[in-house]
Structures are given as structure tokens and as C-alpha cells.
């Protein structure tokens, strides 16, 4: 199983982002995973910042990227993304996809650097 983020990068304050995860060699289908993008920032632990459930319906956030950023899948593409708005530089992380299914283990991707900066 393999999760692969892309559209990382260099973002300035205030614009915009959109990261996006697809899983390949799921034991399961990607419809039956929980969906979730982490972060961590330099020096820090690694945090949650959104999740969706498998079935696309809902949503969870964290406080301090709520109303700023947007998670959605599908499930006919195997894609999760994040949509990043009105980046800050505190967002600054290594952002991680990761796949979650009862009773199986965890699957992460390599992750993907986003530097906010001017």
C-alpha cells in the first residue's frame, strides 16, 4: 500500500494551496479508509489538521485551520486533497497523508514540504 502527496511548495502569506494524496495497493478499498492529512511543523510534533470519513460525509478540523482550509475526496480517483486558503506562516510543515481503516494498521505517505513565506 502506498499513499504519494504532491503540491507542496513555497506559498506567500494570505495565498493559496491545494495538496493532493492518491493511494495505490490498498489491501481494501480506498472508499473503506478514513482519510487524514497531518502536519508537522519545524521543531514541533506531528499534528492532525483534517480528516474525512470514508464516506465522504463528514469532516473534522482543527481550530486553528478552520474556515481556512478544505478537505474532499474521491473515491473513484483514490484522491484526498487539502485545499489551503489564507495560508499563514505558522502553517509552515511537513504535511502528511495518512489512511486509516478498523483494525489495520496505519498507512502514511512520505509527506510533502509547505514553506509560507514573503
Known amino acids: 500500500a502506498q499513499l504519494v502527496e504532491s503540491g507542496g511548495g513555497l506559498v506567500q502569506p494570505g495565498g493559496s494551496l491545494r495538496l493532493s494524496c492518491v493511494a495505490s495497493?490498498?489491501?481494501?478499498?480506498?472508499?473503506?479508509?478514513?482519510m487524514n492529512w497531518y502536519r508537522q511543523p519545524p521543531g514541533k510534533e506531528r499534528e492532525l489538521v483534517a480528516g474525512?470519513?470514508?464516506?465522504?460525509?463528514?469532516?473534522v478540523y482543527t481550530d486553528t485551520v478552520k474556515g481556512r482550509f478544505t478537505i474532499s475526496r474521491d473515491n473513484a480517483k483514490n484522491t484526498v486533497t487539502l485545499q489551503m486558503n489564507n495560508r499563514r506562516p505558522e502553517d509552515t510543515a511537513v504535511y502528511y497523508c495518512?489512511?486509516?481503516?478498523?483494525?489495520?494498521?496505519?498507512?502514511w505517505g512520505p509527506g510533502t514540504q509547505v514553506n509560507v513565506s514573503s
Open positions: 495497493g490498498l489491501t481494501s478499498s480506498f472508499s473503506r479508509y478514513n
Open positions: 474525512i470519513t470514508s464516506d465522504g460525509d463528514n469532516t
Open positions: 495518512h489512511a486509516q481503516r478498523r483494525s489495520t494498521p496505519p498507512i
